[in-house]
């Protein structure tokens, strides 16, 4: 029976619009959650596939061992396409001429991801791409190494006991990464050959890499599989978002902001449930006491609304879903078209999720007001105002708060974060809800003078100062949470834009001779073309660090017996296995800064800067001996300083700077990087001819990639924001729709009473203004708070203070909310009062 | 006895202290009885018919229907003794928004686990002049039909008591007469005891017994006198 009841209520009061409120709130909980996370999904799939392209795979298990066939044929095993990559530093011979190499050996199906560019000779115009690789016997060679041998195509390079026919110029390899300066120009061969060289010793250094490609799930449950196998000192398990690169910072930026978003706006949704579940629970207090006076057990009165609830939940569950699919493929259908490149379909998580959103809010908010409202006492029928205990509050805050962290946990399934945010939370709602209500009772005092729709106003939110300042929690969080994701939205796109401004240098040069640098520099200047200093270089090794070697090249005996010399050698330090490029400088480069130590001056004492991550990574610290080996030359030098390098600024950037007496005399070349656009190509040739020897990379393939990936994550932005703008406004929406059904029937008797429509809606919309306006202006501070500890904690930005915010924030919260209560204010006093009375009968 | 007070009175506390609602009441009613309520607004009628329906709880005294005591009873056990034997009309009706007038009606039956409860429904609606009006609901009905509906659900059941608190108070003469027709023929066909309050001097007197209430004091007058 009680089945038939509960559904009878359902239907007729879906019908009637009076579960609007609570329905929509799940709705468009369930719809949010689903389209973010489907679109999030979706899009990040879809960028990480764009630029899975920079790693030639989808992840690259690399090593300095070689790998086992075993892994690889477990991964073909599970779909997933293999290649092989080995990467050595070799001499290379032409005729007379000799030069340090980057050897590239790969196996058939290298790149996996993205393709290679070759041309038919160097510095010409034409580059197609090409879909085999170097046949046997045969090596294509970077454009530079043309110039610094002496080659042209069809040369022979010897390569250890090997002979190569040059056969093309490698323009474009989609691994080539960003550090320029840091590698070698590139000779690529077949893998195939790379045994008769004879260049593959035990003991030599070698990168052992191996690319996979595959769907996200075959790569996860590979990673499960190999994960036990691998050993954290040798092997390296890397991802495109993994690293260093200025792409990788974009996206795992775009990454946090997106999750972040979408978990501000899984909070919003589910804050619009509580809202709407405690007013649903209030409209049936009068029925339950009916019911209980009729003489109904607790026992049905339970089943009856435990039931309704689940039904209104899951049909609202249903059309959430169904909502937010038609949203996200709209949506996505317009962003691929936008970005040229079709979407990956997304697993059935978002789905999960999204249910799991609306389900688990409904019935956690619902459990305390149900509660209440199954213990409503029958005396109510004679007593509106009874509402029976109201002792278990403390379990409403509790389950509420907690509902909200599982959320959080369930969505971002990240322990440290999910409680930053909820922690940071719970202090800004306590001090939302003191501010609220002390910003209530000073607007009392100053309101009582004024004129008589104020007044009224006033006298609202004076005798519903305990309902305002809850009121005003919702308002405050749902602005709070808008204007943060605004702000954030806007500092992400700001740092996009500093870092790749239109003039970044797209071209690099290196190998000037300093007798060159200052006529070049003249030339830049005079067609008013921007360069970045000229920085010399030194090629140089780091040999001993106080007076301890450091381990740089495994030694014959050594290598044999490698466990025993690390034993022995605890203290002893890996060093960096190849030559670095050192430099020397008066100013601290532009995009870095001392984090320890001090910047010399004009000291001229021997002493030597060092970048951040290599004085970890090798644990050096200020003070610390580095002893140098330029050309078979040694000297020792103190640490007097320690950098943070901005990787990301297309500049040479270096590991080691030594102040100026201590370098100038060795020889060097000097490097730079500067931006000519695109149409003005053609002067390049003119710009270069009196400097042979220059060579010169193009970074505008790499450039163009990387902005389209950030034009993408843009768009993903600003849909996401969208989203969550949409779930902010329906929690003010539920807000004002609750607040506004209180408030009914007090003013049915003042419409009853004569009072004209035109002050009752002006008192309401007074109202809901200041409220508004107070909620914005405690937003703001909230907002600023909130930002900067992301900034400095997430997002490794600097902070700033948004002072347009304080203007923004207590204006819009006053418009908005404003014009809502206006609105559903509006409906109401438009009816009939004979009409009014009715519905409240 | 089926209705047995002993000392039940009644006391609340406000801002300005105690407040007596109920002086102390002796009051007995025997199975099958018409007893009417009469006395000033104010006066504590409601009060007494709350206490008596276990809705309420005594200050002091006790209440038994069916010689169970109420006050010995907790709140479930309370509504089933309504489910069972009482059926109740409410000075403001009191019906369900979302329900139709037939929803209305069917609603304690089936509460009780009725099986034609529908059947039962309609009849009584089509027996307060409301055969016509089964689907509608409570605000689209005028005051004196809202009344009448609640006056059928009352009855569905045939309940053993029926307290009725100004169940005619909306009504025109002619409804009114209808209505008090349909309690008296209950009375006489199911043996329902009747316990109303009501203004109206001509009802009261078709009462068999008249209970004066006055500041929370309740005497009997004789019939005759009302
Ligand atoms: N919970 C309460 N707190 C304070 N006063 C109460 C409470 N309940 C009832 N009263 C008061 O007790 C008195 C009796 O109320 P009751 O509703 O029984 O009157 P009544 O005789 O039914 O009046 P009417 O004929 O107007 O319906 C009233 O003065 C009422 O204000
Ligand atoms: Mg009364």
């Known amino acids: 029976m009680w089945h038939k009841i509960s559904w009878r209520l359902l239907r007729h009061e879906l019908k009637r619009g009076e579960l609007t409120i609570m329905a929509a709130a799940i709705v468009l909980s369930v719809t949010a959650v689903l389209s973010l996370s489907l679109f999030t999904e979706r899009l990040q799939s879809g960028l990480l596939a764009r630029s899975a392209e920079f790693l030639a795979a989808d992840r690259v298990l690399s090593s300095r061992r070689p790998i086992s066939d075993e892994w690889l044929e477990q991964a073909q095993q599970r779909g997933l396409d293999t290649a092989n990559r080995v990467v050595f530093n070799s001499m290379a011979f032409a005729d007379d001429n000799l030069a340090l190499v980057d050897i590239k050996a790969v196996s058939d199906g290298y790149p996996l991801r993205g393709s290679l560019r070759t041309a038919s000779e160097p510095f010409g115009d034409e580059t197609t791409v090409i879909n085999q690789l170097p046949g046997e016997g045969e090596a294509w060679v970077a454009a530079a190494l043309f110039q610094e041998l002496d080659l042209e195509v069809g040369d022979t390079l010897e390569i250890g006991q090997s002979k190569f026919k040059v056969s093309r110029v490698l323009t474009y390899e989609p691994d080539v990464g960003f550090s320029v300066f840091t590698d070698s120009p590139n000779v690529l061969i077949h893998y195939d050959q790379l045994e008769q060289t004879g260049l593959i010793q035990p003991g030599s250094r070698v990168r052992y890499n191996v690319l996979f490609a595959g769907t996200a799930e075959q790569l996860d449950g590979y990673y499960e599989w190999l994960a036990p196998q691998l050993n954290d000192d040798t092997h390296n398990w890397r991802s495109i978002e993994d690293g260093d690169s200025p792409l990788a910072r974009s996206l795992q930026r775009a990454e946090r902001f997106m999750l972040l978003a979408s978990l501000l706006g899984v909070v919003l949704a589910a804050t619009a449930v509580a809202v709407a579940a405690q007013r649903y629970c209030q409209r049936n207090y009068d029925v339950v006491a009916i019911f209980k006076t009729l003489g109904a057990e607790r026992r049905q009165i339970q089943r009856i609304f435990i039931l309704h609830l689940l039904l209104l939940t899951f049909i609202s569950i249903g059309v959430g879903l169904l909502l937010g699919w038609v949203i996200q493929a709209q949506v996505i259908e317009f962003v691929a078209a936008q970005l040229g490149a079709e979407l990956p379909a997304a697993g059935l998580k978002p789905y999960v999720l999204a249910s799991a959103t609306g389900l688990v809010s409904a019935v956690m908010f619902t459990l305390y007001p149900l509660l209440r409202l199954i213990a409503i006492p029958p005396l109510r029928v004679l007593n509106r105002e009874l509402t029976g205990t109201d002792k278990l509050r403390w379990l409403h805050w509790i389950a509420s708060a907690g509902t909200i962290y599982a959320l959080l946990l369930i969505y971002s399934q990240q322990w440290l974060l999910s409680t930053a945010l909820f922690a940071g939370g719970a202090v800004a709602a306590v001090l939302l809800l003191a501010v609220g209500r002390l910003f209530i009772r000073a607007s009392r005092q100053a309101g009582m003078q004024a004129g008589s729709a104020w007044r009224l106003a006033m006298a609202g939110l004076q005798r519903r100062a305990q309902a305002n300042s809850v009121q005003m929690l919702s308002f405050s969080t749902a602005i709070m949470l808008l204007l943060l994701v605004l702000a954030l939205r806007n500092e992400l796109l700001a740092d996009w834009e500093r870092q790749l401004p239109d003039d970044a240098p797209n071209y690099f040069i290196v190998n000037v001779a300093p007798g060159d640098v200052a006529q070049l520099e003249q030339r830049f200047a005079a067609r008013d073309i921007e360069s970045n200093d000229m920085y010399p270089v030194v090629p140089g090794r780091m040999t001993a660090v106080n007076g301890v070697p450091v381990r740089d090249e495994v030694t014959k005996e050594a290598g044999g017996d490698e466990a025993d010399t690390q034993t022995n050698n605890a203290e002893q330090r890996e060093g960096f296995g190849r030559e670095l490029s050192l430099t020397w400088r008066d100013d601290l480069p532009p995009n870095n800064t001392i984090v320890a130590g001090e910047w010399w001056g004009d000291n001229p004492q021997p002493q030597v800067s060092i970048e951040e991550e290599v004085a970890e990574r090798m644990r050096l610290s200020i003070g610390d001996e580095l002893e140098f080996n330029i050309g078979g030359n040694t000297f020792t030098v103190p640490v007097t300083s320690i950098r943070k390098v901005n990787w990301g600024s297309l500049q040479p950037n270096f590991f080691m700077i030594f102040n100026t007496s201590t370098l100038e005399d060795f020889p060097a070349t000097f490097i730079s990087s500067f931006n000519l656009p695109k149409e003005r190509q053609s002067e390049l040739y003119e710009l270069f001819k009196p400097f042979p020897e220059v060579s010169l990379i193009d970074l505008d393939a790499i450039m163009e990639q990387l902005r389209e990936v950030i034009d993408q994550v843009s768009i993903a932005i600003a849909f996401v924001l969208v989203l969550v703008l949409i779930a902010g406004i329906l929690v003010l929406l539920a807000q004002v729709q609750a607040s506004m059904e209180e408030r009914q029937q007090e003013l049915v008797i003042l419409r009853t009473l004569g009072a004209p429509a035109k002050l009752l809606s002006r008192s309401v919309t007074y109202e809901f203004l200041i409220l508004g306006a107070i909620s914005g202006l405690i937003a703001t501070l909230a907002m600023e708070l909130s930002l900067w500890i992301l900034q400095t904690q997430v997002f490794e930005m600097a902070a700033t203070i948004h002072w347009r915010f304080w203007l923004v924030g207590p204006l819009a919260g006053a418009i908005v909310v404003g014009t809502l209560g206006r609105l559903a204010c509006a409906r109401l006093v438009r009816r009939n009062t004979a009409q009014l009375i009715r519905k409240l009968a | ?226």
Request: charged residues 25%; hydrophobic residues 40%; proline residues 3%.
């Open chain 2, 1 to 226: 006895m089926l209705i047995q007070t002993t000392q039940l009175e009644k006391k609340v506390t406000t801002q300005d202290g105690i407040l007596h609602i109920l002086q102390p009441i002796d009051l007995s009613i025997e199975a099958g009885q018409t007893v009417a309520i009469v006395g000033a607004s104010g006066s504590g009628k409601s009060t007494l018919l709350s206490l008596l329906a276990g809705l309420d709880l005594a200050s002091g005294g006790d209440v038994s229907i069916d010689n169970v005591n109420l006050g010995d009873l907790d709140e479930e056990q309370r509504a089933k003794v309504r489910a069972d034997k009482i059926g109740f009309i409410f000075q403001s009706f009191l019906l369900i928004p979302s329900l139709t007038a037939l929803e209305n009606v069917m609603l304690p039956a089936e509460l009780a686990g009725h099986k034609n409860a529908e059947q039962q429904a309609r009849e009584l609606l089509t027996k307060v002049g409301l055969g016509e009006r089964l689907k509608h609901y409570p605000n689209q009905l005028s005051g004196g039909e809202q009344q009448r509906v609640a006056i059928a659900r009352a009855f569905i059941g045939t309940p053993k008591i029926l307290f009725a608190d100004e169940p005619t108070g909306n009504l025109d003469a002619t409804t009114g007469h209808k209505v008090e027709d349909l309690l008296f023929e209950m009375n006489k066909e199911s043996g329902t005891t009747l316990v109303m309050v009501t203004h109206d001097p001509e009802l009261a007197k078709r009462c068999q017994r008249i209970l004066k209430m006055d500041a929370g004091r309740l005497t009997e007058v004789s019939n005759d006198v009302a």
